[in-house]
């Protein structure tokens, strides 16, 4: 009689939680995880970019010192952050995180258009081949934040809408936070790598 009421009282929870979000916040959950794995690994791959990339720009252009120092410097500030999945429940340290590879973008950026005074650099084999690789790696960044951003924007309105916010709260389920930086328009952009057209004349005096 008693494993037959606690079945019955395991099948009404099982109900219960099924019809009141629970289980839709776990799998919105397990979906932003997902997605933030992505992004991770994308980042992770323009960082490994970047030792080879400094490297090959050092050989032609020895003298842009303080470009070269700023792009390894980026790439160990974002090196020293733990992007945990915990990182996604911690607003400050996401902040950090994004600000973090914000300036990584920013300093490849300057890298790349400071190359474009060396035309042996851009004619060399290894460069072209790292720039095509940093293009195409800035582009499935991209693709993965919005993938990111898109399944964060799902599990916040659960969070928020009736009356799966009330399971929210009882499970102590709260919003996550996503890609919403004052520059995020330059940060989503990959940097300009093409360097086959020609610089633009300086205006007449």
């Known amino acids: ?83 945990t999945p915990e990182l996604l429940n911690d607003p400050a340290a996401f902040q950090k995180f994004t600000q973090a590879q914000g300036e990584l973008s920013g300093a490849l950026s300057r890298l790349l258009v400071v190359t474009e005074n060396y035309p042996q650099l851009k004619s060399d084999g290894l460069f072209r081949d790292l720039q095509a690789q940093l293009e195409g790696t800035e582009n499935r960044i991209t693709v993965a934040r919005k993938r990111y951003i898109d399944a964060v924007a799902a599990y916040n309105i659960t969070v928020r809408s009736f009356p799966t916010n009330l399971t929210a709260m009882a499970t102590g389920a709260k919003t996550k936070p996503s890609f919403e930086v004052e520059n995020e328009k330059a940060i989503s952009s990959a940097p300009k790598v093409d360097f086959g057209a020609s610089p633009a004349p300086a205006p007449a005096p």
């Open 1 to 83: 009689m008693l494993n037959r009421l606690s079945a019955l009282l395991m099948i009404a929870a099982t109900l219960v939680l099924s019809g009141c979000g629970y289980n839709t916040l776990q799998s919105q959950d397990e979906q932003i995880k997902s997605a933030w794995a992505e992004v991770l690994n994308q980042y992770q791959r323009r960082a490994d970019l970047v030792p080879n990339l400094v490297s090959t720009v050092k050989g032609f252009a020895a003298q842009e010192k303080d470009v070269l120092l700023g792009v390894t410097e980026a790439r160990a500030k974002v090196g020293g952050i733990n992007a």
